[in-house]
């Protein structure tokens, strides 16, 4: 795990590695008191309050419309806040091109994933589910970047996986690519009971709200709100959490937004 790190470093590609170098930062486990794992505790309950009328939720995908805006920092302390609820909690790491999980709850990256599962055909799940440190939290990482994520992603080994693990575990949540920029997370949202959209207020501009709508419709996701990940309350230069995070959870259209 990684905690009070130094700040974004940048790729090649000027998209912050930050949460793959590093990790993500787990202030819910760090911090359970700070008004910020309260906001993801808010999150968690609105979820649940979204799930009243669609019926149980037991597979959960976030995803964005563009790197990041914060989908992994959210999808691995949304997967802490359920799993200290007492819940049974499985994190995937579905993002097979900008992996963080391994290197967040601070497993080998090189440890089986979820790519030598789907690809190869011997591999037990059991393989490549991992333990965490944390009590009712257990990951599938990535494992090695292949060639053909969206493929491998909507092939059939894929689906069986997910219906076996929803067996196992009371909520599995999925880390994905953006979706406008791959098709990886259209390809996984029919697989899923629930989708959440991470949007950065100052990143995610109206076309992209746009086409964001018209994918999510095309792909007939269960979608269940969106959540505003407030990045620019974040103090310049600071190397701690702060209170730089903001998050909130609405529904509906994202054109009224
Ligand atoms: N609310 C926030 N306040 C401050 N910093 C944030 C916030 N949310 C995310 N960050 C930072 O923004 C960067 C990107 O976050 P993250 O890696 O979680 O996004 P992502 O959507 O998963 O990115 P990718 O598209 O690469 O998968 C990281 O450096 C992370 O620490
Ligand atoms: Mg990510």
Redesign the pocket.
Known sequence: MSFFKK??SVGKDG??V???TKG??LITAAEPKNPVSEQFRTLRTNIEFAAVSRGEIKTLLIS?AL????????TSNLAIVYAQQGKKVLLVDA?LR?P?VAVTFGLNRNSAGLTNYLGDNHKEISDVVHRTAMDNLDVVTSGPIPPNPAELLGSGRMTELVTQLKSQYDLIIF?V??FLMVTDAQVLMSKVDGVAI?VNGGKTNKGALQRTNEILKIAEAPVLGFIY???S??KKGSSGYGY????GYGYGDTKSK
């Open positions: 700040q974004s998209l912050s930050e949460t793959m993500a930062r964005s790197p990041s805006e914060g989908k992994s920092t959210v993002d900008r963080t880390d690519p953006p991470v990940n407030d990045q309350r974040r730089g995070y903001g998050y």
